[in-house]
């Protein structure tokens, strides 16, 4: 496929993975990028990235993550992105309770940070309450038998706010934008043959209109299985919980500057956010998915509010007791702004950033985020780069396209090392949801 700065090249998807690769591909001189949303305005809805924060810790259990988060905090203390990153640090822990299997996992995560040559020295070993409350003096819970590490080198990015302001540097450089259900929703990927086989012409949207394109990228999250459908269950949509405590200004300010208060085995939590005064906390867990019988494949739920406003009360009773342990005169405090929301999960959580097969190198996927995606915003568009670079093939195996042979619905959350718990089906929740009701 010849290369041309002027092609056509429309990017299905406005979340972080997407926004990013138009960032990119404008920056190295690419001059006709068009991206679609279903959502109405950037964020959408539907990104997992329309978030109040997102954690960006570079320490991880795979050496080859943790250097690419080291350079992509690097990109996000330039200009561009140093208005969404907070360093507040990282408080990574275990309470007294946890099983053995959270316990190895800190100390993994604890031995990457304490090993690198960059992170070391950022990073305070936690053995007692008054290590903990040197870090965080605000924790006045009994810190019951919590132990851990504080790395200083990390800290949390406003996510939604991220997008929102890359979206504006992108429609002033000229990326057009299709947001909306009608306009936005790509329907299809448009093939046409050619002497190699397949190749892509465009896409058609749900308006019923055709968009001409030499490339098409797709960037859809948790939905990579409804355009691409040849991912199969190589990539699962899953869901964890997020709820939120609507604070007093007084009580945000007395938070300020608090590290993110991880407990590998309950869950954790971010300095409250100063415009809203919205205190937003995530559960641990194996995470939700929603497997469609026939086919296997397990898509987020439709419609949109099919996620939003409850919290399964397994969730609820990790946030309470975290609570409990650290901020007691928050533990009874009712959770606002509740909702599921989906990612993309791959078996190894690796990402998959690779061109579709028998497409003609004409069709990227980016997709498979397995919910740690969001701290590569600044960088993701650098590796459809080298995509398109010479060698038109992803030289990394992990990102590799990869053949659906991965079993529906086997519940990956429990074999994956960084996560304690069990995969539940949407189905399971939702009884206990219309349960509530009554
Ligand atoms: C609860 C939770 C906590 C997380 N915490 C962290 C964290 O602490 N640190 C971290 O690094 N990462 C975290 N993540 C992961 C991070 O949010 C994702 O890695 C990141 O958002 C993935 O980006 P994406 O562009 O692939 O998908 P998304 O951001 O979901 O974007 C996909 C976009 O595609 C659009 N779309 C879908 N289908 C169509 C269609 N047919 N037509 C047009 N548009 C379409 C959607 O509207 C959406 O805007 C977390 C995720 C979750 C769910």
Redesign the pocket.
């Known amino acids: 496929m010849a290369g041309s700065r002027q092609w056509p090249i429309v990017i ?9 690769t138009a960032l990119h591909l404008i920056q190295d001189g690419y001059t006709n990028i068009t991206v ?4 109405d305005e ?10 109040l ?5 570079p320490e991880y259990e795979d050496p080859f993550y943790t250097n690419l988060a080291i350079e992509a905090m690097a990109a996000w203390k330039t200009p561009l992105f140093a208005p969404y990153f907070h360093r507040t640090g990282f408080l990574h822990c275990v309470s007294g309770k946890a099983e053995q299997r959270a316990k190895d996992t800190l100390q993994r995560f604890r031995k990457a940070a304490e090993s690198h040559p960059i992170l070391s020295k950022f990073v305070v070993p936690l053995s007692s309450r008054s290590d903990i409350q040197e870090q965080a003096w605000q924790l006045d819970g009994d810190l019951p038998g919590w132990h851990g590490y504080f790395n200083r080198f990390d800290g ?2 406003h ?1 939604a706010d991220a ?1 929102r302001g890359i979206y504006r540097v992108l429609q002033g450089c000229g990326v057009r934008f299709f947001l909306g259900e009608s306009v ?4 299809s990927i448009v093939y046409e043959q050619s002497p190699n086989g397949k190749r892509t012409k465009g896409v058609t ?2 308006d019923g209109k055709i968009h001409a394109a030499e490339l098409v990228i797709i ?6 299985a ?2 691409v459908p040849e991912v199969g269950t190589t990539v699962e949509a ?5 709820a939120h405590i609507q604070l007093t200004d007084e009580e945000t300010s007395a938070l300020r500057g608090i590290p993110i208060i991880y407990a590998r085995d309950l869950g ?1 939590y971010f300095e409250p956010d100063p415009k809203t005064n919205l205190l937003k906390l ?1 559960p641990m867990g194996g995470g939700y998915i929603n497997t469609n019988k026939e086919t296997g494949i397990s898509l987020p739920p439709e419609p949109m509010n099919a996620s939003v406003g409850f919290l399964p009360k397994e969730d609820e009773a990790k946030l309470r007791e975290l609570l409990r342990h650290t901020l007691p005169a928050l533990a009874d405090r009712p959770f606002v702004k509740k909702s ?5 999960d791959t078996v190894g959580s690796h990402f998959i950033i690779d061109y579709v097969p028998n497409s003609s190198k004409s069709v990227i996927i ?12 600044p960088i ?1 568009g650098s590796w459809v780069l080298a995509l398109l670079g010479p060698q038109k093939a992803q030289s990394n195996e992990q990102w590799k396209w990869k053949s659906s042979k991965v079993k529906a619905g086997s519940g990956w959350g429990d074999v994956v090392s960084w996560r304690v718990g069990t995969t539940t089906e949407y189905k399971d929740i939702r009884r206990f949801k219309a349960e509530s009701k009554l």
């Open positions: 299905v998807g406005a979340g972080a993975f997407g926004l990013s679609f949303d279903r959502g950037v964020p959408s809805p539907y990104s997992a990235a329309n978030d924060n997102k954690i960006m810790r949390y990015t996510s997008l936005g929703t790509v329907n949207t749900k960037a859809t999250g948790a939905k990579a409804s355009l899953k869901s964890w919980s997020v954790f995530c599921l929301c989906w990612f993309a980016l997709s498979g985020d397995s919910g740690h995606g969001f701290k590569m915003f993701v």
